[in-house]
C-alpha cells in the first residue's frame, strides 16, 4: 500500500514473512487429474496450462505419474520437450520403486532435460498397519529409489504420504535415509487433509529444526496439503512461516476427494501481503482454463475469479463504490467494499440491480451504459427489481428501461 493510501485502511494481519525466495510446485496435472471428477485434459491445453503456470512464474510443475499408463508416459516426455524453452521446470510422481522411475531416466535421454524424481512412500502407523509394512522394509526402499536417482543423475525428492499422522521417530528415520542416499528435497504430506494450523506448523518445524538442521544440510522443505476439513489453504500459509520453502497447489483446489491447496488463491494472499511480487493478471485464464479442461465448475461464489466475486446489488455496498468512482478515485472503488483490489488481478467492481438495490445502482447502471437515469426510468426498473426473488438480468434491466 502507498504512502498515499495508508491511512485509508488500518491493517490488523502481521503475517510473519518467512527467511528466502517463495517457490511453488503445480500439482493440477497429476494429483489434480486423481480428482473423481476430472477428466484428463488434451495435450495441446496441458502445454497451455504449462504455459500460464510459467507466465505466474511458478517454479516446478507435476506432470504426471509415468507408472500410471503408456499414455501418461507419452504426455510427460512431450510435455518436458515443450518445457524446454521456458522458466518452469518438470518434475513427476514415482512410487519408491525402482521401476517406476526407470521411464523418467529414458525421457531424460531422450530429451536431453532435467526432470525431478518425486518419489513417495507412506509413513502413518494406519498406512503401515494396513499394508503390512515393516519400517526397516520402508527404509531399503526409500534408500534403493533415492539411490538409484542419485546414480542416474537425477534431482530428487523424497516424500512421505500421510506425514502428518505419522510418529516422529518413522518421520525422522525416512527423511534422514533419503536424505543420506542424496535426495535434494523432502516433502511432507498432509495427504488426507488431517491437519489443522497448529499441527503444520509443529511438523514443518520438528523436520526443520530436528533434522533438516540437526543434519546440517541444505535440502528443501516441501509442503503438499489437502482440504478435507476445509484448511489447505491455511494449513500452508502455515507451514511457510514455519520453515517451509516450497508449497503444492492445484488450479481451484481440485483434487483427491474434496481436493487440494488452490493454487491461484495462495498466489493471490502471498501477492496481497506483499511476500511475492508475481505478474497475477493471468490467473483467471488459468482458472477458467482449468474448470473447462478439467470438468470442474468454478462456483459463482469462488474467491476472486467467481463471477459473484466483485458483483454487488446490495443498496448501502453499492453506493458506497460507486461514490468512489465518483471521485474518479478507482483504487478507493477497489477497496471500499472488497479485501480483494479487483484491479489487481486484471477484473472490475460489477454494480447490478436486484430486490435489494437503492436508486443509485439503477443510475449508475443507466449511466455507464450512456442511458439517461431519468425518473420514470429509474422507477420503472426500481419496480420490477423489488418484485423480483433475484438480481435482474441486464436485458432485463433495459427493458424495463424502455430502450
Known sequence: MSDEHKDLIHDWNTPKKPVGKIQFDDETLRDGLQSPSAQDPDL???IRLIQLMDELGIQTADIGLPGASPKAREHIAQLVREMETLQITPNVACRTLISDIEPIVDVVQETGQPVEVCTFIGSSPIRQY???WELDTMLKLSRDAIEFCTANNLQSMFVTEDTTRAHPDTVRALFTAAIEAGASRICICDTCGHATPSGARALVRFVKEE?????GVDVGIDWHGHRDRGLGLI???????AGASRIHGTALGVGERAGNTEMDLLLVNLKLVGWIDNDL?????YCRLAAEAIGVP????????????????????AAAVIKAFKKGHDWLA????????????????????????????????????????TEDRVERILAKAKMTSRNLTDEEVLEAAGV
Do not use: C
Not at 281 to 285: A, C, Y
Open 235 to 241: 494449513n500452508a500459509l502455515t507451514a511457510l512461516e
Open 334 to 373: 477497489n477497496r471500499v467494499y472488497s479485501g480483494v483490489p479487483a484491479d489487481l488481478f486484471g477484473l472490475e467492481q460489477i454494480i447490478t440491480v436486484g430486490p435489494m438495490s437503492g436508486r443509485s445502482n439503477v443510475t449508475w447502471f443507466l449511466e455507464k451504459r450512456g442511458i439517461e437515469p
Open 211 to 215: 533434522i533438516v538442521d540437526k543434519l
Open 130 to 132: 494396513a499394508e503390512d
Open 44 to 46: 495441446d491445453v496441458k
Open 281 to 285: 493478471t493471468k490467473l483467471g485464464e
Open 298 to 317: 468454478l462456483p459463482h461464489n469462488y474467491p476472486v475469479f467467481g463471477s459473484d466475486a466483485f458483483e454487488t446489488a446490495t443498496g448501502v455496498h
